[in-house]
Nanobody
């Protein structure tokens, strides 16, 4: 499986970015997808997740109300719309794909493969 993120960059606080992650090598539509991030000196954390059929989404408290995860199974792509960005959102953002097909719940241990990441820098 290959995951390729894009859409990162430098943005001022309060601005928006839309990240994309294109998947190949697996039947994308069968698996949950997630967005993670890792800031310098910190551990990787999950930001948002979405089930294989878009039936359920979940967000970290820091992302609720500002970020929206979505997917287009026809395009093998998952998105993360980020609004009202803050300097503390600065991190490398990774998309990840789950192991178990048709999984009804979003569980961090299910995500076992990540892309190479895209850097998001939010200036104050």
């Amino acid at each position: 499986v290959q995951l390729v993120e894009s859409g990162g960059g430098l943005v001022q606080a309060g601005g928006s970015l839309r990240l994309s992650c294109a998947a190949s090598g697996r039947i994308f539509g069968l698996y949950n997808m997630g967005w993670f991030r890792q800031a310098p000196g910190k551990e990787r954390e999950i930001v948002a997740g979405i089930t294989w059929n878009s039936g359920s989404t979940s967000y970290a408290d820091s992302a609720k109300g500002r970020f929206t995860i979505s997917r287009d199974n026809a395009k093998n792509t998952v998105y993360l719309q980020m609004n009202s960005l803050k300097p503390e959102d600065t991190a490398v953002y990774y998309c990840a794909i789950g192991h178990q097909a048709f999984k009804a719940q979003i569980d961090v241990p299910d995500f076992g493969f990540w892309g190479q990441g895209t850097l998001v820098t939010v200036s104050s």
